[in-house]
């Protein structure tokens, strides 16, 4: 690792220069943040769990036309991915109630959206990533309204999909959030779905439990975290079953 030149490092991943112009490498870590970093741990096998979990989503959207900066996985903790410009927004899409929308409008946890909701915050640690509307977005240029346009239609369809993703597996998709970059080539300028999919940034729970199997799990310290997504993974058939459990993996070093 040391011989890649390090071009960014965020709360659970790191960025890496790729091997060809263009390309970057997003090495995903353990470490897991919650309340804007003021609650850490670090949990094994989280990292190679969402590099795969990601992988696996990436994939699945790029299949149905929805374009991703993932272009293939290169380890256990490693993928390769197309360099973008991140625009400054965390993308969220809520189904069913739950954290700070349930907070904000004192909607309890689990009640069923009208619709399906988008929200947009601005990537900021120091403001705590407020929640943001069009008009600020626009007002301020974080995205252009062609980008605003993309971005909403490709959410709802990300969100479609994922939904029935899910649901063949016995899980709620509740809410979840997103990242869009812009990818120069030349001088085509396209829009597409960037950082990572993963029980950190998807709420999941199982449909006939509501058993939840995400980051709300160390949020609210709930216990079982890798084990959770270990459970998403196996339901989605990233991991084989072996004997009693998923896959023998050595999450520290990621060889299988
Ligand atoms: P929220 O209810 O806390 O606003 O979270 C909405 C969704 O966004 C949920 O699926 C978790 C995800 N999320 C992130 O991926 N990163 C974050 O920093 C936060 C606050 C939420």
């Not at 449909?207 to 216990?223: A, M, N, V």
Request: charged share 30%.
């Amino acid at each position: 690792m040391s011989r890649k030149r390090m071009i960014y490092e965020g709360k659970a991943k790191i960025l890496y220069e790729g091997p060809e112009p263009g390309t970057l490498i997003q090495y995903f870590k353990d470490d897991a943040t919650a309340f804007n970093a003021e609650k850490r741990a670090v949990l094994d096998g989280k990292g190679v769990l969402n590099n795969r979990i990601s992988e696996f989503m990436m994939t699945r959207l790029a299949g149905v036309g929805i374009p991703n900066h993932f272009i293939k996985r290169l380890n256990m903790r490693e993928q390769l991915i197309r360099k973008v410009e991140i625009i400054p927004l965390e993308v969220i899409v809520r189904n069913t109630a739950a954290g700070s929308l349930s907070k904000r409008l004192g909607i309890e946890e689990g009640t069923a959206l009208p619709r399906a909701l988008v929200e947009f915050s601005l990537k900021n640690d120091e403001l705590g990533d407020p929640l943001v509307s069009e008009e600020h977005i626009a007002a301020f240029n974080w995205a252009s309204p062609q980008e605003m346009d993309e971005i909403i239609s490709t959410a709802l369809r990300v969100n479609d999909f994922m939904s029935g993703l899910f649901a063949a597996v016995n899980i709620k998709l509740v809410d979840f959030k997103i990242e869009f970059g812009r990818h120069f080539e030349g001088d085509l300028q396209r829009t597409i779905l960037a950082d990572e999919i993963s029980p950190d940034s998807c709420r999941l729970w199982d449909f006939d439990t509501q058993e939840k199997l995400d980051k709300d799990r160390f949020r609210r310290d709930l216990g079982g975290v890798t084990e959770a997504y270990t459970e998403v993974a196996r339901r989605l058939g990233i991991l084989k079953e072996s004997g009693q459990g998923a896959d023998i993996v050595d999450f520290s070093t990621g060889v299988k």
